[in-house]
């Protein structure tokens, strides 16, 4: 796991809490044909300013555009456009669950500023690593 965390962009934290995700383009029904948009309340795995791992039993596509609403643990919503990178199908030996990876996209200059006094505060005062 250090070779992982050690190539991330962007500082991270495990978090659990409430999320709303909503499909912005829609699907389709195997069984009808018809179109159809998601929208339910899944939780966070763990969040960064860059992105975030959503827990879902019906893990969506890679590539598949959401509109995400985080509700922080402060009691505030915090809503951004992602797209899903990539699929956890777990659960898996390593505790990897199953779910989704979610990049932020184009998240506002106020989006990334809660994102990131969420990720700096959730632990306290942020301490100094090496390496």
Known sequence: MSQTSST???RRIALRIPVDVSTIDPERDPNTGR????????????????????????????????LVRIHAPDGFSIETLGRVAWRAYGPEPGGKERGV????????AAT????????????????????
């Open 8 to 10: 991330r962009r962007h």
């Open 35 to 66: 179109p159809f948009f998601r929208s339910c309340q899944e939780l966070c795995g763990n969040l960064s300013t860059g992105g975030i791992f959503i827990a879902t039993a019906e893990p969506p596509s890679p590539g598949r555009r959401l």
């Open 101 to 108: 990876g979610v990049e932020f996209i184009g998240p506002s």
């Open 112 to 131: 990334r500023a809660a994102l990131e006094r969420i990720v700096s505060g959730a632990h306290g005062p942020r301490a100094e690593r090496s390496g």
